[in-house]
């Protein structure tokens, strides 16, 4: 079965770092881009960053770059999202997905919380 | 950014009736290698956002063919020709065509 699992959601106050994670099964992870949506509180979709097979190339919204890191370990069929500076806005569900444009699948998501 | 805006943001229809959701883009999303880059997905209370139709008009796997995709350039349509139950949820259509990739604001449906 294809399938992403994510963990690493909690709750951080504002200025602080955490780190995503967002483990394939499957599939050739090698094959695919791999992508990070978050979705805030009764809010719509937002796609955040994505990565290339092999990792040489990696792009993110405006709104986290310089804050947040799209990285893999191709070894490991890992996805992860570092993310420091965390501000209040930063508040939503994050989904790890598979591929650059056509997400399938998705992962169940993680809550990331930014408050004091 | 391209802006995703779709229409209605919400609706309510009467199963086995007909759907219709309609996205426009500020930006043609027709590349020059003859795709359009439209997609649809929906998301079901409590779960994941699914993929429904990609490049403008494909199904994607295991998706009813109740549902189809259609439109040109800027404008573009999700249609559910028979509505059931089980398509209750929010769509969101998204453009693939430039980064950062931009989705629409969500159009929930609800069953009458």
């Known amino acids: 079965e294809v399938q992403l699992v994510q963990s690493g959601g909690d709750l951080v106050q504002p200025g602080g770092s955490l780190s995503l994670s967002c483990a394939a099964s499957?599939?050739?992870?090698?094959?695919?881009?791999m992508t990070w949506v978050r979705q805030a509180p009764g809010k719509g979709l937002e796609w955040v960053a994505n990565?290339?097979?092999?990792?040489?190339?990696?792009y993110y919204v405006d709104s986290v770059k310089g804050r947040f890191t799209i990285s893999r370990d191709n070894a490991q069929s890992s996805l992860y999202l570092q993310m420091n500076s965390l501000r209040a806005e930063d508040t939503a569900v994050y989904y790890c997905?598979?591929?650059?444009?056509?997400?399938?699948?998705w992962g169940q998501g993680t809550l990331v919380t930014v408050s004091s | 950014d391209v802006v995703m805006t779709q229409s209605p943001l919400s609706l309510s229809v009467t199963p086995g009736q007909p759907a219709s959701i309609s996205c426009k883009s500020s930006?043609?999303?027709?590349?020059?290698?003859?795709?359009?880059?439209l997609y649809w997905y929906l998301q079901k209370a409590g779960q994941s956002p699914q993929l429904l139709i990609s490049?403008?008009?494909s199904r994607f796997s295991a998706v009813p063919d109740r549902f189809s995709g259609s439109g040109s350039g800027t404008d573009f349509t999700l249609k559910i020709s028979r509505v059931e139950a089980d398509d209750v949820g929010t769509y969101y259509c998204?453009?693939?065509?430039?980064?950062?990739?931009?989705f629409g604001q969500g159009t929930r449906l609800e069953i009458k």
């Open positions: 499957g599939f050739t992870f090698t094959n695919y881009w």
């Open positions: 998204m453009q693939g065509m430039s980064l950062p990739l931009t």
């Open positions: 930006q043609s999303l027709l590349h020059s290698d003859g795709k359009t880059y």
């Open positions: 490049e403008l008009s």
């Open positions: 990565i290339k097979q092999d990792g040489s190339e990696k």
């Open positions: 997905a598979r591929g650059f444009r056509a997400f399938h699948p």
